[in-house]
């Protein structure tokens, strides 16, 4: 791990709302990290934890329903992102900042062949000729590895497989040299033989090119493969953070430790019943007083039902955001049926 | 060994492919290819393979979703292709949960109908009894009856699932078709639905016939394993005989690409098979998986290997098998 000394981009209370006629929700709620050159950090977190209305947010591709706080900051290369004009904005996205979906089919366009779909964004950015473009193209698939790239600029993308098109999506968002490369859910729509194929193709271009990566995904698997740094988020917070070998050994938020409990394991025999964290996500309307975990956690004391925990250091390179840390830290994960 | 509860006898299910309505070229796409399986009673039989291995056409079959084109599905020892009445009995004893819970509860329909439907559509009770098995199937799928008179949209995708799960024992069925039930779910939920599945089995002694993508739901619930490649069977095997040591390569491709949660692990040998799944309209010749297979020679891309039986319990469809 290269460390947070020299951050790429630095996110700082970062706080969305949306409007509603039943109340206001806040997709984001208040939070702050850094991603280091060269570094790879994992986003992790359930279905509405916010994990994705960050990522948009510092592509600045959220819906407009979005607002964000004033003191919301998102500094990239010392400008912040978020006061940015559309036309400067145009300028980042794509060239210095760019980023690959989960269903690469949704995000290519049907219409016209790969290559020119890849040359766009390196005309557009580089002022260099289709010809020129071309060649830079055809490297960029063969470091994705696509076998044949001469002859695949002419494919429209539903002549290739779903491994393949994600493979153009990385090719494209590589197209112009980018810093920090947001990639969500890059796989989860993918097979198991292909999505280990497309970690390791990310994984050696990170090798190769310095590249910061922001991973976001579900699959704590993923996080463990990939990551140098992993960021747990929940309701539109982050609750846990820490360099992912600490991390995985010894998670301090009782919510890490229920998400990696509840992982059924590939080796050895198989446990008769698993880990479950009781209970759902609460509905981001009617949000807990204190703690938003409070609700299901086994640890949940008079203190977490009043008052919010703030996200404080917890050792090197460690934040949580927990009442009960020390008492955590002295005992096993206790399993639940 | 007991007469199995549901024996599939050398299923087929090919699709015509041609390009347009008069230009039937004979060309057919063979989604599933003679597949054999028995299912015992209180067993669950997982099925894995990747996209277009033919695993989840082969559970519609089960369910009679989908007529095959050839063999049998017998049935505590009745045929399920015979038509009529006994078929509308039998179908009873099967069910299915579905992956996707949003897209198969009625939207228009409350929780409490569409628990309901398969008791009504079969004339089994009166309303007032129905009424009753509602809220029994309520509260052991972990809901309240109060969630009765609610509509799908207020659910989240977990508790939706459990409508789901509710709606299939309602016929209290002997066989149960989950297809991919918990692969729409975060994974906090994904492991209430798996410890919920097993506890209902525990409770009434079914059979499941659990279809997944995801290895570790299907070595977490299963029995045995069936590994599937393009519409064929690979390997079978108890379930942790299969994790130990797997005999097929692709079984142990498949093993190995799976990420693991635990980052000391994270520069293990790993195989990494190159190329994409073949098109299942145009399967290679030979071994279907020779194409990606590290061990494939010239016999692989000439003759198909059987599906042989190894040991007890243990069946292998590959030369030279580790």
Redesign the interface.
């Known amino acids: 791990m290269r460390g947070p000394n020299e951050p790429v981009l630095e996110v700082k209370n970062l706080c969305s709302y949306i409007p509603t006629s039943r109340g206001v929700i806040k997709p984001v709620n208040n939070i702050s990290f850094s991603i280091g050159a060269g570094e790879i950090v994992a986003l992790v977190g ?2 509405g934890s916010g994990k994705s209305v960050t990522a948009l947010s510092i592509m600045g591709l959220n819906s407009p329903s979005i607002k964000y706080e004033k003191d919301s900051v998102i500094s990239f290369k010392g400008e912040n992102l978020l006061k940015m004009k559309k036309r400067q904005m145009k300028k980042i996205r794509g060239n210095e900042i760019s980023m690959i979906f989960q269903d690469p089919m949704s995000s290519l366009n049907p219409l016209h062949p790969i290559g020119k779909q890849i040359a766009e964004p390196i005309q557009l950015h580089q002022g260099v000729s289709y010809q020129k473009a071309k060649e830079i193209v055809v490297n960029l698939l063969a470091k994705v590895g696509i076998p044949d790239p001469e002859n695949r600029l002419n494919d429209y993308p539903h002549q290739l ?1 779903g ?2 098109r994600q493979r153009i999506m990385i090719a494209m968002a590589l197209a112009c040299n980018p810093s920090l490369l947001i990639a969500d859910e890059p796989t989860t729509a993918l ?7 497309i ?2 193709v990310m994984r050696d271009l990170q090798k190769d090119t310095g590249i910061s990566i922001l991973i976001i995904t ?8 990939m ?1 140098d740094r992993v960021l747990v988020m929940y309701c539109g917070e982050i609750v846990e953070e820490g360099d ?2 600490s991390l ?2 010894n998670p301090q938020h009782p919510y890490t430790k ?3 409990a ?6 050895g ?10 209970g ?2 609460p509905n981001p309307l009617e949000l807990p007083k204190g703690c938003n975990f409070s609700g299901r956690c086994s640890y949940a004391t008079e203190k977490c039902l009043t008052e919010a925990p703030n996200l404080v250091e917890t050792g090197k390179d460690r934040r949580a955001a927990c009442w009960h840390i020390v008492d955590l830290q002295t005992e096993e994960v206790t399993v639940h ?1 | 060994m007991p007469e199995p509860l549901i024996s599939i006898k050398d299923v087929k299910k090919h699709y015509p492919i041609g390009s347009g309505l008069f230009s039937k070229k004979g060309k057919w796409l063979k989604a599933v290819d003679g597949i054999s399986l028995d299912v015992h009673r209180g067993e669950t039989v997982g099925l894995v393979g990747e996209s277009g291995c033919g695993k989840s056409t082969l559970g519609r079959m089960v369910v009679g979703l989908l007529e095959p084109t050839s063999g049998e599905v017998v049935f505590e020892g009745n045929s399920l292709l015979s038509k009529g009445r006994n078929k509308r009995d039998l179908g009873k004893k099967i069910q299915m949960v579905f992956q996707d819970p949003y897209s198969s509860l009625n939207p228009r329909m409350n929780v409490a109908n569409i628990i309901a439907e398969p008791l009504v559509l079969h004339k089994i009770g009166t309303s007032s009894e129905r009424k009753k098995r509602v809220d029994e199937l309520l509260e052991k799928v972990g809901l309240t009856s109060a969630h009765g008179s609610r509509y799908p949209e207020e659910f989240s995708g977990g508790q939706r699932q459990r409508i789901g799960i509710a709606r299939a024992l309602a016929l209290n069925p002997s066989l149960i078709v989950c297809d991919e039930p918990v692969s729409a779910l975060d994974v906090s939920i994904q492991a209430q639905i798996l410890n919920l599945l097993k506890e209902i089995q525990e409770d009434m002694g079914l059979s499941y016939i659990f279809i997944a993508h995801g290895l570790q739901a299907v070595k977490h619930i299963s029995d045995r394993i069936v590994v599937m490649y393009l519409g064929k069977v690979m390997e079978i095997s108890e379930t942790d005989q299969l994790f130990e040591q797997p005999l097929h390569p692709y079984t142990e491709a498949l093993i190995s690409a799976v990420p693991e949660p635990d980052p000391t692990v994270r520069n293990r040998e790993r195989i990494l098979l190159s190329g994409d799944l073949p098109n299942p309209a145009n399967p290679p010749l030979g071994c279907r998986f020779s194409t990606r297979c590290p061990l494939a020679d010239e016999r692989c891309r000439l003759e198909e290997p059987p599906l042989e039986q190894v040991s007890e319990g243990r069946w292998v469809a590959c030369f030279y098998h580790g």
């Open positions: 359930e279905s497989s491994g393949m097979d198991v033989t292909i999505q280990a194929q970690l390791n579900h699959d704590l698997g993923v996080v463990a493969e990551a992912v070998y995985f050994k229920g998400l990696l509840s992982v059924p394991k590939l080796r025999a198989s446990e008769k019943l698993l880990h479950t964290i009781p759902a996500v049926a």
